[in-house]
């Protein structure tokens, strides 16, 4: 061979390489994790997920409001129901109840009738079939047909923004856009509404309801592309030109059928007044470039999807898991102008605030994954979390526990706020930890809910209060919290005092069902008991039963364990909750029970933490094949994806964290058990760095992890620290076939 030919065949291979080693590059380059989000997943089934525009942690949530209300519309949308009374500006995502869908919009043609309509009449009220067949919907977007009107809806946002974009059909005339200020989310209720036009393209006003938040005010802020040819405001069933205010309003803007088809508008929100609604135009609107604030919204979803890079080489695994992530950055939801100015738990305007505030804490559902979650890749966002949540506390006197655009709903059992705080005071993003430790102390001291009874008693009779089981183990896990922080700091006697009763689970477990169960004053176990049995609020246990309430004891399993007698006693009981059959059994069950394995109740909280218990006492091996159940059987790729509802991201966080291997099982303090990982690789940007997953020889036949190195050494523990993840590393993670424990 001449030198010649070798030189030539020499620079062919290294352009090969090159070439290789940069397609490589591109393949890597192009993965974008909103390729992967599907928004459908959990609009089916019980999920309740928003379907819509908008953008991480956003304070609009732009999307279609059907005619049908009730428990499965909680979010407004249900992809059984191609229906639209209009485009809401906000909304809740996976909540088990129904609230805002606040400043509602419909654009129509020709007269139309002022109400919500119903199904037996097509020209009832505003609404309208969407065309399902054209119906699209990615991250930051949403687009449909109005089959009644002929008018193509476009839809995307900013943080405080909605921006739309109507077509409406060839030679239509009587265009127009209705503001809807009555109809909100299922049990919200207009209270007051407000619309006055500010000039030829811009409008004003408000809407307040009441509902499962008792007081909502929201403001807005509205400029259009086109003049306004006429407005006319109908305040309880009286039409008005220009401006109107009353309880039931709606605002009818007509349109120039000779001006250009395509109309844009946009909606500005404000929590504090119309003048902070305009002060968030200013500051956040792109004049009438649609598709770059389209673009813009993508790429800020892309921005915060990437923080988690993972490779798996089931299709399944990447679409779950981008849509799980996605469902995680919906709420908490921005509830703060542009200055800081907010809307506080004391009903009163906050001017100026020093941090962004937040709202939508659904705690007793986000406790247990998605804060824990948040800890890990969303370092940036946990001072503004402290701080939304420490002045909660200062303004109504206790740490929030479902809260709710500036309200305090009550909603569920115990005292779940207490753990996130605990929680992000042990893993170092609280700067004042004893102002915070303060809020902890002053929370689990409040004398109403049932804690009167534990200051009493040591715990909850079930004659002296309903869900006394739940509260009481609730209230457990949150003083353990308590008392790992009072350790931290130092206070000793609060510690002693608050370990004490984190143990108040020992009064309602029963040696001889061996099960928890209702106390009375004098100690006496509840005759009336089936651990088989629920009975929607109206029993000793909250959505749920004795099967699933008798293993609520994430803060001490050892102290568990002891109850039972013996570790094997323990894991006997444990591995029976799996094998038994499905059935709950009782008159008004809880719909909330479900994903059911056995009593395992995967679809509802309170179970989330149970297949953990096997990895903290070394039995990986139960725990493997379990998990990768749930994750195999009970998350899908399709409408009905999820097991229960999606819970402002707990469900989806669930996943998240059991899909790369680990979960923090314990309430607070940042100890992530193994479990077995889903995926084959996973990049996390963690506070300090990269923290990098490899899986060797994963798939559905090899679940058992084999040993676990980390940067290089390995690992004996059961578990991974947040420190450890923090401060970024490589895990590597060897799988194999045959079980295996440590």
């Known amino acids: 061979m001449s030198k010649k030919l ?40 019980h999920g309740h997920v928003f379907l819509g525009a908008s953008v991480p942690w956003g304070m609009v949530q732009l999307g279609p409001t059907s005619v049908t209300t009730g428990w499965d519309w909680c979010s407004g949308y249900h992809v059984s129901d191609s229906t639209v009374i209009g485009f809401s500006h906000t909304h809740l995502s996976g909540t088990g109840i129904g609230d805002l869908l606040d400043i509602t919009v419909m654009p129509v043609t020709g007269e139309v009738t002022y109400a919500r309509g119903n199904h037996d009449d097509p020209q009832s009220g505003l609404w309208s079939y969407s065309r399902r067949s054209v119906e699209q919907v990615e991250p930051g977007y949403y687009s449909t047909h109005l089959e009644r009107y002929g008018i193509d ?17 060839e030679g239509s005339e009587e265009r127009a856009i209705v503001f809807d200020l009555e109809n909100g989310g299922n049990w919200d209720k207009a209270t007051e509404g407000y619309i006055i036009m500010v000039n030829d393209t811009q409008l004003e006003g408000y809407r307040y309801s009441t509902g499962w938040a008792k007081d909502q005010k929201v403001y807005f802020a509205v400029e259009l592309s086109q003049p306004i ?45 119309i003048e902070g609604a305009w002060k968030n135009m200013e500051a956040e609107q792109k004049g009438w470039q649609f598709d770059e604030v389209r673009a813009e919204a993508k790429q800020l979803w892309n921005q915060e999807l990437s923080k988690v890079k993972i490779e798996s080489h089931l299709p399944d695994v990447m679409k779950i898991f981008y849509t799980g992530l996605y469902h995680t950055m919906i709420a908490p939801s921005l509830f703060s102008d542009v200055d800081g100015s907010y809307y506080g738990a004391d009903q009163k305007v906050h001017e100026k605030a020093d941090f962004t505030n937040y709202t939508i804490f659904s705690l007793w559902d986000t406790y247990r994954a998605a804060h824990p979650l948040m800890t890990l890749i969303h370092p940036e966002m946990m001072p503004d979390i402290v701080a939304t949540m420490m002045a909660i506390y200062e303004e109504q006197g206790e740490l929030p526990i479902w809260h709710l655009v500036g309200n305090e709903t009550y909603t569920m059992v115990g005292a779940p706020g207490i753990p996130v705080l605990a929680d992000a005071i042990l893993k170092g993003y609280v700067t004042d930890k004893e102002k915070a430790y303060e809020a902890l102390k002053a929370s689990a001291m409040v004398p109403k809910r049932g804690q009167e009874y534990r200051i009493q008693y040591g715990y909850i009779p079930y004659d002296s209060m309903l869900e006394s089981v739940a509260y009481d183990l609730e209230y457990a896990l949150a003083d353990w919290s308590v008392a790992m922080v009072a350790q931290a700091l130092g206070h000793e006697e609060d510690y002693t005092y608050f370990l004490k009763r984190s143990k108040s689970y020992h009064y309602h477990y029963d040696p001889v069902t061996r099960f928890m169960r209702g106390v009375d004053q004098k100690g006496n176990f509840n005759p009336d008991f089936n651990p088989l049995a629920s009975t929607h609020r109206n029993d000793d246990y909250c959505e749920g039963n004795a099967w699933q309430y008798t293993f609520l004891v994430p803060h001490d399993v050892k102290g568990l364990v002891e109850c039972f007698g ?22 008004d069950v809880s ?86 990982p889903m995926v084959d690789s996973a990049e996390l940007q963690v506070r300090d760095g990269l923290f990098k997953i490899k899986v060797l020889d994963n798939s559905s036949e090899n679940i058992y992890i084999q040993s676990i190195r980390f940067n290089g050494e390995p690992m004996n523990e059961r578990y991974i620290t947040f420190e450890q993840i923090a401060k970024g590393g490589n895990l590597e993670i060897q799988m194999g076939h045959t079980p295996h424990d440590w």
């Open 153 to 169: 809806v476009e839809l995307t946002t900013t943080s405080r923004i909605g921006y739309h974009k109507y077509t409406f059909p």
């Open 566 to 587: 013996s570790e094997e006693q323990f894991l006997s009981k444990l591995d029976s909750l799996f094998i038994l059959p499905s059935v709950i059994e009782g008159d």
């Open 6 to 45: 070798m030189c030539m065949l020499g620079l062919l291979a290294t352009l090969l390489m090159v070439g290789c080693k940069e397609s490589k590059q591109q393949v890597v380059a192009e993965l974008i994790p909103t390729d992967y989000v599907d928004p459908w997943i959990g609009t089916g089934g």
């Open 591 to 676: 719909p909330d029970i479900s994903g059911l394995i056995g009593q395992f109740a995967h679809g509802n909280e309170p179970s989330h933490h149970i297949l953990y218990m096997y990895s903290m006492l070394g039995k990986q091996s139960k725990a493997a094949p379990l998990l990768r159940q749930v994750m195999t059987e009970l998350y899908h790729a399709d409408y009905d994806g999820l097991s229960g509802n999606e819970d402002a991201g707990q469900m989806s966080a669930w996943y998240i964290l059991s899909a790369l291997g680990f979960y923090q099982m314990e309430p607070c303090g940042g100890r992530y058990y193994f479990g077995t």
């Open 229 to 273: 040819e006429d407005l006319t405001v109908i305040t309880d069933g009286q039409p008005r030109e220009k401006d109107g205010r009353g309880k039931v309003v709606y605002g009818r803007i007509d349109l120039d059928s000779k001006l250009d088809r395509e109309v844009m508008m946009k909606v500005a929100l404000s929590p504090t007044s």
